[in-house]
Structures are given as structure tokens and as C-alpha cells.
């Protein structure tokens, strides 16, 4: 071995141990947000799709038992007959085996062919009665929900057309009742995902798509884009929160009111500069502001959550949004182009503390 091929050996390893450890360091996953505040998303919700919580996702989950058990057989009747071969036929010590080569054997090569064909035929038949029974549209006894998704760089937009009303971001619906959504997207495909709930449904320009979904008892489920759709995609998640039918109802009517724009004091102040800058992108129902390239806020501080269900909606991170957003949540707002409708994203807007502190409170109003 030559000196350099000795040099070029001992740096190889160094720069594998570097790899390692630049590994564990990058997989840290951190708890607490951009702010250095508690992660608004829980950890004790997983987004699991073996632990489903209505019927779309439970067939799913059965489905995907049936292939679990079958594969693990096969696996296990495969393995054994290897090791069991693997020591039986070994070759001892001072043997000098001659190997008889054999070519073709029937009875074999049938049961090896008709075997297999037949456990696919077992995981075809509900696999593709599942696939076309989730596709199929709910039935009309069934009295579903509907709501019509749309997806966004890098958000949700959900609206009720039976109450008449536009949302972000949170989804509520009745527990117990099917939800029909009808979906499509603005600019790039995106995919709606709620493991507990449902399988992935892929939302595409130009297009409608279908997903029905349903929880079974009210609770708050967490999901998430499930197709890479740019720049900040691992933040484009949503949360579906299920409710009694009563429970709804009340929500439900409650958002389809107007807004009640405050007559004096600072919320006043900021409606004047929501109006002024806000209200090129933004919905606020009731009032002047009706841009729709971005979410609608009439309701906004009935939002347990903002930025697509990413941070706590709560004062410290609103305040950092207003100065900020791309510092909180990484967008590309300065490919926006609101003539053609482009909006990548809220971009910074020069506001003085003052105007920060007349929007917060205006918000705040928005229950
Ligand atoms: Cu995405």
C-alpha cells in the first residue's frame, strides 16, 4: 500500500464517522417551535392509519391486516424451508458431495405457480372491493356532509356550501355522519391526508376529486399534505375536528355570520389598516375586504391554530407573523404575482408596532 492510498483509507473513515454524526444530529426532532414554544401539534395524536377512528379508515386498516398476515406467512414458510435446506444439504466436513444437477421438475413448478396465484387472488378480490367502495359516492340515505376542499400553496381552504360559508385550515365535522369532500386545487397537486380518518386523495388543478371521510366519535384528528408541493409543504397540515351533530350545528352557524367590525378604539385602528393592506388577499365577510387568495378571516380567533394548523394561535406568534411570516413559516412570497392570481405566500409588510397592535386586537374581535 502507498502512503497515499494509506492517507486516503484513514480519511474515508473520518468522513463516514462525520456522516453518522451529522445523521443523529439532523434526526433530533425538535418539540417546541420556531418561537421556542410548546409544539402546537401533539404528540400524543398520532397520525396513524393503524389506529383508525371511522369506517373509510377502518377498512383500510383491515385491508391492510389481511396483506400483513398473508405476507408474514409466506415469509415465515419461505424462511424456515431456506434454513431448514440451508442446514440440512450443508456441506461437512471431508464430504466431497457430488451435485447431481436436475432441470425442470412439474409437481413443483404447478404448486410454485398455482400457489402464489391463488394468495393473490385472496388479497385482489377485497382489495379491489374496498378501492371501489371508497371511490363510490356516499349514499343518499347516508344524508353526507358535503364540503368542497381546496388546496393552496401551502394551505387549506374548506367551504360549506349547504351553510354558505369559507374556512382554513380546520375542519369540523358531525362524528358519526359521512363527509363527502369535492376538491381541487389552485395551483400545484396536493394530497389530503388524514390517516385516522381516510386514505390519501390527491387534490389536482383543473380537476374535482372525492374523499368521504367519517370519525366515529368526536374528538380532534391531525393531518397533513401528503404530496410534496413546494417549499413549505411539511407545513401544510390541517386538523379535523369532530363534534356531536348538536355541536356542529351551533359552529356551523355561528361561521356562517358576517363579521362585526368594531366602531372605536384599537380594533378600529386596525380594520383601517386591514382594509389598506390586508385586503388584497384576504376575507373578511360582512365588510369590504373579499380578496380570496388567501384564508378567509372572518372567524379567524375561532381558529385554535394558523399558517395551515402549524402554530398555536395565540398573541406571541401572530405578532411574529404580522412582522414576519416568512420567518415563521418559510414561503416564497416574492414570487407572488396578484394580477394573475399567484400568492406564494403572505409577504412582509413594513407594519410599525402600532399597526401590529390595532390588528392583533381587530383578530381578536373576529370570534
Ligand atoms: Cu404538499
Not at 383508525?52 to 383500510?60: D, F, N, S
Not at 388577499?281 to 391554530?305: K, M, V
Request: net charge negative; with cysteine; proline share 5%.
Amino acid at each position: 500500500m502507498t502512503e497515499d492510498e494509506a492517507t486516503w483509507r484513514r480519511n474515508r473513515r473520518l468522513l463516514m464517522l462525520l456522516v453518522l454524526a451529522a445523521m443523529l444530529v439532523v434526526s433530533a426532532c425538535a418539540g417546541t417551535d420556531r418561537l421556542g414554544l410548546e409544539s402546537v401539534v401533539s404528540d400524543d395524536i398520532p397520525q396513524n392509519s393503524l389506529n383508525p377512528a371511522g369506517p373509510e379508515a377502518r377498512q383500510i386498516d383491515d385491508l391492510w391486516w389481511l396483506v400483513f398476515w398473508i405476507a408474514t406467512a409466506v415469509f415465515v414458510v419461505v424462511e424456515a424451508a431456506l434454513i431448514y435446506m440451508v442446514v440440512r444439504f450443508r456441506q461437512r466436513k471431508g464430504e466431497d458431495r457430488q451435485v447431481k444437477q436436475v432441470h425442470g421438475n412439474t409437481k413443483l413448478e404447478i404448486i410454485w405457480t398455482i400457489l402464489p396465484a391463488v394468495l393473490l387472488t385472496v388479497i385482489a378480490i377485497p382489495t379491489v372491493a374496498t378501492l371501489l367502495d371508497l371511490r363510490s359516492a356516499p349514499d343518499p340515505s347516508d344524508n353526507a356532509l358535503q364540503i368542497e376542499v381546496i388546496g393552496h400553496q401551502w394551505w387549506w381552504e374548506f367551504s360549506y356550501p349547504e351553510y354558505g360559508f369559507t374556512t382554513a385550515n380546520e375542519l369540523h365535522i358531525p362524528a358519526g355522519r359521512q363527509v363527502y369532500l369535492t376538491m381541487t386545487s389552485a395551483d400545484v397537486i396536493h394530497s389530503f391526508w388524514v390517516p385516522q380518518l381516510a386514505g390519501k386523495r390527491d387534490l389536482v388543478p383543473g380537476r374535482e376529486t372525492n374523499l368521504k371521510i367519517e370519525a366515529d366519535e368526536p374528538g380532534l384528528f391531525l393531518g397533513q399534505c401528503a404530496e410534496f408541493c413546494g417549499l413549505a409543504h411539511a407545513d401544510m397540515r390541517l386538523r379535523v375536528f369532530a363534534s356531536t351533530e348538536a355541536e356542529f350545528e351551533t359552529w356551523a352557524l355561528a361561521q356562517a355570520q358576517p363579521a362585526n367590525l368594531p366602531a372605536a378604539g384599537p380594533a378600529a385602528d386596525g380594520w383601517e389598516t386591514f382594509s389598506a393592506v390586508c385586503a388584497s388577499c384576504h376575507t373578511i365577510d360582512g365588510t369590504s375586504a373579499g380578496a380570496r387568495l388567501a384564508p378567509n378571516l372572518t372567524h379567524f380567533a375561532s381558529r385554535t391554530t394558523f399558517g395551515s394548523a402549524t402554530f398555536a394561535n395565540e398573541e406571541q406568534h401572530l405578532r411574529q407573523w404580522l412582522a414576519d411570516p416568512s420567518s415563521l413559516k418559510p414561503m416564497r412570497p416574492e414570487l407572488n404575482d396578484l394580477e394573475v392570481g399567484r400568492v406564494l405566500g403572505m409577504p412582509k409588510l413594513g407594519l410599525t408596532e402600532d399597526q401590529i397592535d390595532g390588528l392583533i386586537a381587530l383578530l381578536e374581535t373576529l370570534e
